[in-house]
């Protein structure tokens, strides 16, 4: 890393990849050495941390659905704080700091206070999810685009999806934040004129040793009687005909389930 990084205050934005610690790129790896202060999500695998300097400072400002936390603005303030104190500080957050991470929107406040600041990206758990459960995103054969979408429900927000128009965005559609909307969410798709039999795979805490993959259609998650099916966060949904590959490309170990089987609605 630039030496001069050790002498005033910065803050790296730090993509801390999908979870497999061994993801983390070497860049990452570096800047969380060379920081005075580790600022970290709750996506961010805890075996990351050991790559920070003896003394280092770590802060959790993690976020999780349904429970108190921290809010936004109050971590820019710590970034900013801490760095204009002459700090250097490693923001860490899972997967890409600029795909859904909120990286952009802790750029655009450390430039309005004049804060030295740099990206390291990271690998984004859209694409590793993926492809730790064999689904490539795209392939000759199936695919030749690819979206992504956030399924959080932020009614308030400018940045509602309008889904009956996503369901034709592109041939494989990527849909972060969703265990909670993606029944919903099959529904709309579908309404909007994707097929039913569509392949769908939802992933939660991909690339991690306890992964979890379930798989099925549209229709299948659509028309489940139960209002909420047992699937939790963290998880990624895959929309696409590349699903289809997931069981023939299986290269890495993890549990497999279909939508329509009891386990998934043991509520």
Not at 58 to 66: E, I, Q
Request: net charge negative; with cysteine; hydrophobic share 40%.
């Amino acid at each position: 890393m630039d030496d001069s990084s050790n002498h005033s205050g910065k803050v790296y934005l730090i993509g801390a990849g999908p979870g497999d610690p061994k993801l983390l790129t070497i860049k990452a790896a570096e800047a969380i050495a060379a920081s005075d202060v580790i600022v970290y999500d709750y996506l961010v695998n805890p075996e990351v941390l050991a790559h920070s300097r003896r003394g280092a400072e770590l802060v959790y400002v993690g976020k999780r659905a349904g429970e108190p936390s921290i809010s936004q603005d109050e971590i820019n303030q710590i970034l900013i704080e801490r760095a204009g104190g002459g700090e250097v500080v490693a923001r860490l957050k899972g997967g890409d700091p600029f795909i859904f991470g909120r990286g952009g929107e802790e750029a655009e406040a450390l430039v309005e206070s004049g804060i030295l600041w740099e990206v390291i990206p990271g690998i984004s758990s859209g694409v590793a999810a993926a492809a730790y459960a064999g689904i490539p995103l795209t392939h000759r054969n199936f695919s030749s685009s690819v979206a992504f979408i956030t399924g959080h429900d932020s009614r308030k927000q400018r940045t509602d999806v309008d889904w009956r128009s996503a369901a034709h965005f592109a041939d494989t559609l990527v849909i972060f934040m969703c265990a909670e909307s993606i029944k919903q969410i099959s529904h709309s798709l579908i309404e909007g004129g994707r097929k039913a039999s569509t392949p769908i795979a939802i992933i939660r805490w991909g690339t991690y040793e306890h992964q979890e993959v379930y798989s099925g259609t549209l229709e299948d998650l659509a028309n489940q009687k139960i209002e909420n099916p047992d699937i939790k966060p963290p998880a990624i949904a895959i929309v696409g005909e590349v699903v289809a590959l997931k069981d023939k490309l299986n290269w890495f170990k993890h549990q497999s389930f279909e939508l329509g089987a009891v386990a998934l609605l043991n509520a």
